[in-house]
C-alpha cells in the first residue's frame, strides 16, 4: 500500500514500553511490526534510556535516495542556525 505523497506519523513516546515486565525481565528493544506501506513513520522512545528516539520510516528503496537528501539538507540547516 502506498500512501504517497501522504506521510502518517505513529507517536509512542507517552507509551512506557520499556517498563513492561511480563515475567521475563524488561525489554531489550521494541520494533513495530513489519508493515508494508509506504509513508509510515513510528516515533518511539530509545531502548538506551538516554531520553532519545528511535523513529523508522517505512519507504520504497526508489524513495530512499531522495529521503536521505532531505534530511542532510535538513541537518546542515540546523547546524548552520547555531
Sequence with gaps: MVHYPDVEVYSQMG???????????????????????????????SSSGDGSIDVQVCLFRRAM??????????????DALR
Design 15 to 45: 507509551i512506557p514500553l520499556y517498563d513492561l515486565d511480563i515475567g521475563t525481565g524488561r525489554p531489550f528493544l521494541y520494533m513495530p511490526s513489519y508493515l508494508p506501506e509506504e509513508g509510515l513513520v513510528f516515533i518511539m522512545p
Design 65 to 78: 535516495d531522495v529521503f536521505k537528501n532531505c534530511w542532510y539538507n535538513l541537518t546542515e540547516a540546523a
